[in-house]
């Protein structure tokens, strides 16, 4: 089995070395920190993340509606089992695979998507090639169960790429396929088509495990498992060329460490023979913090970080894909969460959730028209900007830092949370909310030292603002013409 293993290793990195044009990187932890995120994707700030796939045909709970329609038990506030078979029948009759022809994605339009995209302000494009279910939603060799031999019959993720590059913006995609390893495990302790082993190459490996037990062990992967897992990934690379990379958790298991590192020198070294920077996203301790871009789900940092990193979450609070019932974020939420993670050097990922058919709901497509609208105006404090000498300042503070999840329990900002970024010799102040009364910045008072300041404006207004610089703080009479009822930015002008 070590055997097997080193070989395929070996294999992909001579392929690569024959491939390209140098192999600037090898799979070795010191090799790989070379590595330097594309100014590309410093400058983008925000992307769409798009959760879309067989689970959107029960459109119930969750994503993780293939998991959970196995065990009798309530997850996440809803008992997916119960439902399954009150709706569809009992699992050895009716089961996840039996949803794949009922997902039709009859009136996608990847150019349409794309064009919205385009509206909400949003630079890059990240659709999940595979999830945990372990359907593809691409043109793979590796497996029968993808959208283009089964469902759609759909290159979902080639018609993306082709249209995300079309309209000028960068495409990557996204793997969550480790996670199949224990994914359908649930159906195998009881009558259920998990067992029949006609499905045993969609369903399978199926290991019984809890990932969120943290009092046991996982099963092992096999170099069998982890090779399919590599190829995969390759492969995706090879036909997509992906410019970002999105890995989920769990990729950080010990026995998954020489392919992790294979994977990335094979990807890092497509750059030269591409001639485009790639960037790989990782949650957890999956790689170290100069080899790729860190990413935390839902959630922030309290403090600036050394290199880029990112916030995945979501429009929706429930859930990643479609269901019924969804409770949407607000734009002037998602707004200030973006104006927040850019001024920590944080780029924002935001995910939609189409349904089944192709359409996003009226909802979403609202929310990111609003945020491409506030962009439009405001974008110049957010595009091509670095931190400042400090993130911001303000009474509201993120809960925890690196923590995923922490969303959760963000209060609400006031127009006192201020938050800066900096570009062409500008400083921008964003308040994360519209001020009603004096705006007062201490981090700009005299005594602070950082600059005297000789202009101040309000970006989509010419109204010539009242201001006045103290050592206690820079204060500026607030506006009654604010173009946008969201947070507004100021663009401040140092002598």
Same mark, same amino acid.
């Given at each position: 089995?070590?055997?097997?293993?080193?070989?395929?290793?070996?294999?992909?990195?001579?392929?690569?070395?024959?491939?390209?044009?140098?192999?600037?990187?090898?799979?070795?932890?010191?090799?790989?920190?070379?590595?330097?995120?594309?100014?590309?994707?410093?400058?983008?700030?925000?992307?769409?993340?798009?959760?879309?796939?067989?689970?959107?045909?029960?459109?119930?709970?969750?994503?993780? /509606?293939?998991?959970?329609?196995?065990?009798? *038990?309530?997850?996440?506030?809803?008992? /997916?089992?119960?439902?399954?078979? #009150?709706?569809?029948?009992?699992?050895?009759?009716? =089961?996840?695979?039996?949803?794949?022809?009922?997902?039709?994605?009859?009136?996608?339009?990847?150019?349409?998507?794309?064009?919205?995209?385009?509206?909400?302000?949003?630079?890059?494009?990240?659709?999940?090639?595979?999830?945990?279910?372990?359907?593809?939603?691409?043109?793979?060799?590796?497996? &029968?169960?993808?959208?283009?031999?089964?469902?759609?019959?759909?290159?979902?993720?080639?018609?993306?790429?082709?249209?995300?590059? #079309?309209? =000028?913006?960068?495409?990557?995609?996204?793997?969550?396929?480790?996670?199949?390893?224990?994914?359908? =495990?649930?159906?195998?302790?009881?009558?259920?088509?998990?067992?029949?082993?006609? /499905?045993?190459?969609?369903?399978?490996?199926?290991?019984?495990?809890?990932?969120?037990?943290?009092?046991?062990?996982?099963?092992?992967?096999?170099?069998?498992?982890?090779? %399919?897992?590599?190829?995969?990934?390759?492969?995706?690379?090879?036909?997509?060329?992906?410019?970002?990379?999105?890995? %989920?958790?769990?990729?950080?298991?010990?026995? +998954?460490?020489?392919?992790?590192?294979?994977?990335? !020198?094979?990807?890092?070294?497509?750059?030269?023979?591409?001639?485009?920077?790639?960037?790989?996203?990782?949650?957890?301790?999956?790689?170290?913090?100069?080899?790729?871009?860190? %990413?935390?789900? &839902?959630?922030?940092?309290? !403090?600036?970080?050394?290199?880029?990193?990112?916030?995945?979450?979501?429009?929706?609070?429930?859930?990643?894909?479609?269901?019924?019932?969804?409770?949407?974020?607000?734009?002037?939420?998602?707004?200030?969460? +973006?104006?927040?993670?850019?001024?920590?050097?944080?780029?924002?990922?935001?995910?939609?959730?189409?349904?089944? %058919?192709?359409?996003?709901?009226?909802?979403?497509?609202?929310?990111?028209?609003?945020?491409?609208?506030?962009?439009?105006?405001?974008?110049?404090?957010?595009?091509?900007?670095?931190?400042?000498?400090?993130?911001?300042?303000?009474?509201?503070?993120?809960?925890?830092?690196?923590?995923?999840?922490?969303?959760?329990?963000?209060?609400?900002?006031?127009?006192?949370?201020?938050?800066?970024?900096?570009?062409?010799?500008?400083?921008?102040?964003?308040?994360?909310?519209?001020?009603?009364?004096?705006?007062?910045?201490?981090?700009?008072?005299?005594?602070?030292?950082?600059?005297?300041?000789?202009?101040?404006? +309000? +970006?989509?207004?010419?109204?010539?603002?009242?201001?006045?610089?103290?050592? #206690?703080?820079?204060?500026?009479?607030?506006?009654?013409?604010?173009?946008?009822?969201?947070?507004?930015?100021?663009?401040? *002008?140092?002598?």
């Amino acid at each position: 089995m070590r055997i097997r293993t080193n070989l395929i290793l070996v294999f992909l990195l001579l392929f690569t070395s024959s491939a390209v044009k140098s192999q600037t990187y090898q799979a070795s932890w010191e090799s790989l920190s070379k590595y330097q995120c594309p100014d590309w994707y410093k400058d983008a700030k925000f992307g769409i993340f798009i959760h879309w796939g067989v689970y959107s045909v029960p459109a119930f709970g969750s994503e993780w /509606y293939a998991r959970w329609m196995y065990k009798d *038990t309530v997850a996440w506030g809803n008992n /997916y089992f119960k439902h399954h078979v #009150k709706t569809y029948g009992s699992q050895d009759k009716f =089961g996840y695979k039996d949803f794949i022809p009922m997902f039709k994605a009859e009136k996608f339009d990847a150019n349409e998507w794309v064009e919205l995209f385009k509206k909400s302000g949003a630079k890059y494009i990240v659709p999940v090639a595979e999830h945990h279910d372990g359907f593809a939603m691409y043109n793979t060799a590796l497996s &029968r169960w993808n959208s283009v031999k089964m469902g759609p019959k759909r290159d979902i993720i080639g018609e993306l790429a082709e249209a995300s590059r #079309k309209q =000028g913006l960068i495409f990557g995609l996204s793997s969550h396929r480790i996670e199949h390893w224990w994914f359908m =495990g649930e159906g195998t302790k009881f009558n259920s088509d998990v067992n029949d082993p006609k /499905y045993a190459d969609f369903y399978g490996p199926a290991k019984v495990y809890n990932p969120f037990d943290t009092t046991t062990k996982a099963p092992l992967m096999t170099a069998e498992f982890m090779n %399919d897992w590599l190829l995969r990934c390759t492969e995706l690379v090879d036909k997509y060329q992906p410019q970002i990379f999105w890995f %989920d958790w769990w990729i950080e298991q010990p026995e +998954l460490e020489p392919y992790r590192k294979t994977f990335a !020198a094979y990807y890092y070294n497509h750059t030269e023979l591409w001639n485009k920077g790639v960037v790989l996203n990782y949650k957890n301790k999956a790689f170290p913090e100069n080899v790729a871009v860190f %990413d935390i789900e &839902r959630g922030s940092t309290k !403090a600036t970080k050394k290199y880029p990193w990112q916030t995945d979450t979501s429009i929706g609070k429930k859930a990643w894909g479609y269901i019924e019932g969804e409770d949407n974020k607000t734009p002037d939420e998602i707004i200030d969460a +973006l104006i927040d993670i850019v001024s920590k050097n944080g780029n924002l990922l935001l995910n939609i959730s189409p349904k089944a %058919d192709g359409t996003i709901t009226p909802e979403q497509t609202n929310v990111l028209l609003e945020i491409g609208k506030w962009l439009n105006i405001n974008g110049e404090g957010i595009y091509g900007t670095r931190p400042w000498n400090i993130s911001g300042e303000g009474p509201t503070e993120n809960p925890a830092d690196d923590i995923q999840f922490n969303e959760y329990n963000n209060k609400k900002y006031t127009a006192k949370d201020i938050r800066f970024t900096t570009k062409a010799g500008f400083v921008y102040a964003f308040l994360l909310d519209v001020p009603t009364e004096k705006v007062s910045i201490t981090a700009l008072s005299k005594i602070a030292r950082q600059g005297n300041v000789e202009k101040i404006e +309000l +970006l989509g207004s010419n109204e010539i603002l009242k201001w006045s610089q103290s050592k #206690k703080a820079l204060e500026i009479e607030h506006s009654k013409n604010n173009p946008l009822q969201n947070a507004i930015c100021y663009r401040i *002008t140092l002598k």
